[in-house]
């Protein structure tokens, strides 16, 4: 008894709802689709469809400087007119995505994508939607990372413009014609994005061609422009390395009879910059043609301190050299005094027939290279760090100036 009653209530909601399908189905789906051909395109033979094209971003997860790409997810949705879908009313009928294979879509896809999916929780998300007058709305929601040129010379001070690019991948110009369904308001959600190292500066649309050996084809250039924020490499990179350079002067002030305490200060900043220099570089690729800025900034902190040792040594070479220094000076004045004298006697009892001016030639040289000597005579080692302490951070405050100004405005 108990299986005729199941067999009885089965057969009554199969029945049910088959007469339900087929009456709603009729009008919608089983009459629009009879002697469709989903392999033409709409108005086969009587010109290109017009695509209309709108973006939703709904994120930019990872922008890559390594690879030169950038991941974002996108609502993508295409518009276009197939009068084969006509029904009469005012209303628009939603498809259920499966049945995409049943109509005819374009072939767009994106060129500058490196890896691309289509998300499918819980069902593939796919929008069909026809509308009366044959309008159909096709929208999908799709993850895609594409590639980024950027130049990073002016890192990370730098202004990248990356691109979304759509093209139709097999209909030319003759078959189908994109373009942006409001302009600029097509694409929506950069405004909004909030990004770890970047923010959107602006962006535009702009209806391009692409030229192949195959023939021209329709393109949509998505363009938008990313400011990185330079406070977190402030706070990480610039102010470790300026108060390196201002700790590598405090030997200034340190007796040079102290040896190791001058010793131990320059070569503990010069291992400390050298593993800052090479911590700012784990982000970046290892290999390229950018110099860039943070590298040219290092490398300006690098040679402050590194200038600050070369000064403690040759301070304390001096220091070490100066009862050396006075007698060679004391010596060198004698020499000279008796070249002079023995040049003046040479002088008077030479021929009358010298020119004048020789001998005047040859006192210039001896003054010139004496003078050029006496530039690396120092009388007193201490005055050393005395000018130390002035130039060195006036130096270092005008090449910061320099820099900043550079890169910051130029």
Not at 162 to 177: A, H, I, K, R
Not at 210 to 229: I, M, Q
Not at 305 to 326: K, R, V, W
Not at 343 to 353: Q, R, V, Y
């Amino acid at each position: 008894m108990f299986v005729y009653v199941c067999v009885f209530v089965c057969a009554f909601h199969s029945n049910h709802w088959g007469e339900w399908n087929d009456s709603q189905l009729l009008p919608t789906i089983q009459k629009l689709m009879k002697g469709y051909n989903r392999y033409l395109r709409p108005n086969f033979n009587e010109g290109p469809v017009e695509i209309g094209m709108s973006l939703d971003i709904a994120s930019i997860d990872a922008i890559s400087e390594i690879n030169m790409d950038y991941t974002a997810t996108i609502f993508l949705r295409q518009r276009w007119r197939d009068a084969r879908l006509m029904f009469p009313g005012n209303e628009s009928v939603s498809v259920d995505g499966r049945l995409v294979s049943l109509l005819w879509i374009p072939d767009t896809f994106i060129p500058d994508s490196k890896r691309s999916f289509l998300h499918d929780v819980t069902v593939e998300n796919r929008l069909i939607r026809i509308f009366s007058n044959g309008t159909v709305l096709y929208a999908l929601r799709i993850t895609a990372t594409i590639a980024c040129n950027m130049d990073l010379t002016k890192y990370p001070m730098d202004r990248q413009v990356c691109t979304l690019q759509l093209e139709s991948w097999g209909y030319n110009l003759q078959d189908v014609v994109f373009y942006w369904t409001r302009g600029n308001d097509s694409v929506k959600g950069l405004n909004t994005l909030r990004l770890a190292q970047y923010s959107v500066e602006s962006y535009y649309t702009s209806v391009s061609e692409a030229v192949y050996e195959t023939g021209n084809y329709p393109k949509l250039v998505l363009h938008f422009a990313l400011r990185r924020n330079v406070l977190f490499f402030i706070l990480e990179t610039y102010v470790p390395s300026i108060l390196l350079v201002v700790l590598s002067w405090v030997s200034f002030w340190i007796s040079q009879s102290s040896v190791p305490a001058r010793t131990c200060i320059g070569v503990t900043t010069v291992l400390t910059m050298t593993t800052l220099m090479m911590g700012a570089r784990t982000s970046l690729p290892n290999a390229n043609c950018f110099i860039k800025a943070i590298d040219v900034y290092l490398g300006i902190c690098f040679t402050f301190i590194f200038g600050a040792l070369l000064e403690y040594a040759c301070a304390h070479f001096y220091t070490m050299h100066q009862p050396n220094q006075s007698v060679e000076i004391g010596s060198t004045a004698e020499d000279s005094t008796e070249q002079s004298a023995n040049s003046d006697t040479k002088n008077h009892t030479g021929t009358k027939e010298k020119a004048p001016n020789q001998g005047c030639g040859l006192s210039s040289v001896r003054d010139a290279s004496r003078k050029a000597a006496s530039v690396f005579i120092v009388e007193n080692p201490h005055n050393i760090d005395r000018y130390a302490r002035t130039v060195f951070p006036t130096a270092f405050l005008f090449v910061n100036i320099l820099y900043w100004l550079y890169y910051l405005f130029l």
